[in-house]
């Protein structure tokens, strides 16, 4: 099993910054990719930012440019650095890993961006 516990959501006025932090724990060994993911309310979930093993990213159309994944293998965290963000940016944030079988979502945390 693997445990992901995502913190750093909150509440930002437009314009501004927030940063999400992901830390892995349990089975870990094996992750092929980690990832963020956003659902807004009425809305599907989707890809915002994702990381392979390997340090490549890939991400969602409606964030480049003011979102950037990064990850710490010491501390097995992944962080999401949110800057210009916007109302359309209010979501649920959760966390992702990928295995060659199997995925995992962290409990997700709430980001809210006034107008």
């Known amino acids: 099993q693997v445990q992901l516990v995502e913190s750093g959501g909150g509440l930002v006025q437009a314009g501004g910054s927030l940063r999400l932090s992901c830390a892995a724990s349990?089975?870990?060994?094996?992750?092929?990719?980690m990832g963020w993911y956003r659902q807004a309310p009425g809305e599907q979930r989707e890809l915002v930012a994702s990381?392979?093993?390997?340090?490549?990213?890939n991400y969602g159309d409606s964030v480049k440019g003011r979102f950037t994944i990064s990850r710490d293998n010491a501390r097995n965290t992944v962080y999401l650095q949110m800057n210009s963000l916007k109302p359309e940016d209010t979501a649920v944030y959760y966390c992702?890993?990928?295995?060659?079988?199997?995925?995992?979502w962290g409990q997700g945390t709430l980001v809210t961006v006034s107008s």
């Open positions: 349990g089975s870990i060994f094996g992750i092929n990719a």
């Open positions: 992702k890993a990928d295995f060659d079988y199997s995925d995992f």
């Open positions: 990381i392979t093993s390997g340090g490549g990213t």
